[in-house]
Structure formats: C-alpha cells, structure tokens
C-alpha cells in the first residue's frame, strides 16, 4: 500500500539557518512526489514536484528537495528560513494508476523565531 | 493561472440539514477531488472523480456522497448533517500528477 510519512508533526527553527522537513514515502510504484505549503487561512500552494526527471527537485521561495530511491525519502530543505515560512507543509504521493489520487502526509508545523 | 473555486468560505449548518459543497475548475481536468481537513490528522480523501459521472470513494465515504455532472463541477453533498462534520473541506483538480487546490470551505455544524 502506498503511503506518506513525515516525521515531524513540529519543527522550529531561527530566522537564517537551515530548514529540514523529513518525508519518507511506500510506493510500489515510481511515484510522483510533492510538497505543499498551507499558510494560516489560506489554500495550498505547490512548493515543488519530483516526476521522475532529475532527483534533486528545485522549487519557489529558496525550497528544495531530493529523491533518494535508496532511502524512499523526499526531505524537504533551504539552506536559511526566513519568517514568512512559518506555515503547515505536506508531503503528498500521487498515484497515477488511481486517477492521480493523492496521499497526504500528516503536515509538518514549521515555526521560525526572530 | 489554474482557477479551483469554492462556493464558500464559511459555512454554518444544522445538525440533519442536506448541505451542499460546490468546487469548480477552469482548466478542464478530468480528476477532481473532495478532501477534509482535521488538526493532527492532516488531509484525507473522501471522493474523487476521474470523468464525468464517474466518481470512486475515498478512504472516509460514510456519511458523504458526490455528484459530477459536468467536467467542471463537483459537488460534495452531507446528506444529513452532523457536528462530526465540523471540518475544513478542500476541493482539487488535477490532470496528471500535480494538484491545484480551492481556497477551502470551513463547515460549523451545529
């Protein structure tokens, strides 16, 4: 069965250092893989998308992720928070064999101190 | 840009009202899809549909029903309204892999 594991319901880190967001994903297929970002009374947004092309996966606001097939990971990372990423981020699989039917990880919370 | 719009941002009902969720997409895509929106339990399915008429259930049906009568359209129906139902509901289209999001309905059921 496919699914999606983040493993960090929390994450708090200091304005300017480094951001790590953990999503390990089963998939019995090659999967596509997403991070979303909800911000508080908003939509989500689409950070970034692995599709099987190049593994490390460059996305908007300075975000970037890397798919290790090894690992079945899909860490989310930017290299300096800044205070506007304090939002709820998801990593989501897609399975193309199901309509593109999506499975959400639980969200990770990520608080940024000045 | 890819438009998913909900009907509404706020919603408030009684309990064993028939209610109904209205999302529509202008991109013409053929996969639509139904999610709640709880804390600590992040988003989960409870419809989609990959063509008109067509609808597939989620992994949280009960209680919920969907209608697609046009490519556009899809609608969420809670047939009888309870207050377990007080959630954030996001509708999303898709054509192939990535998803585009409504803005979210908040649902109070009282």
């Known amino acids: 069965a496919q699914s999606v594991t983040q493993l960090d319901s929390h994450v708090s880190v200091s304005e300017g250092t480094p951001v790590l967001l953990r999503c390990n994903y089963s998939s019995s297929y090659s999967p596509s893989l997403f991070w979303y970002v909800q911000h508080p009374n908003k939509g989500l947004q689409l950070l970034l998308k692995?599709?099987?092309?190049?593994?490390l996966v460059k996305g908007i606001n300075g975000f970037e992720a890397e798919f290790k097939k090894s690992e079945t990971s899909f860490h989310l990372t930017k290299p300096s928070a800044h205070m506007s990423d304090a939002a709820e981020y998801f990593c989501v699989v897609s399975l193309y064999n199901q309509g593109g039917k999506l499975i959400f990880g639980q969200g990770t919370e990520l608080s940024v101190k000045p | 840009d890819v438009k998913v719009t909900q009907s509404s941002r706020y919603l408030v009902k009684r309990t064993g009202e028939k209610v109904f969720l209205e999302c529509v997409q202008d991109?013409?895509?053929?996969?639509m899809f139904w999610y709640r929106q709880d804390p600590g339990l992040g988003l989960r399915l409870i419809y989609f549909?990959?063509?008109?008429?067509?609808?597939e259930k989620g992994d949280i049906p009960e209680g919920y029903s969907v209608s697609r009568e046009k490519k556009e359209r899809f609608s969420l129906i809670l047939e009888s309204a309870s207050t377990n139902q007080t959630s954030m509901y996001l509708c999303?289209?898709?054509?192939?892999?990535?998803?585009?999001f409504g803005q979210g309905t908040r649902l109070t059921v009282v």
């Open positions: 999303a289209s898709s054509r192939t892999a990535e998803a585009f």
């Open positions: 991109m013409d895509h053929e996969n």
């Open positions: 549909s990959y063509d008109v008429k067509m609808k």
């Open positions: 692995y599709t099987s092309a190049a593994t």
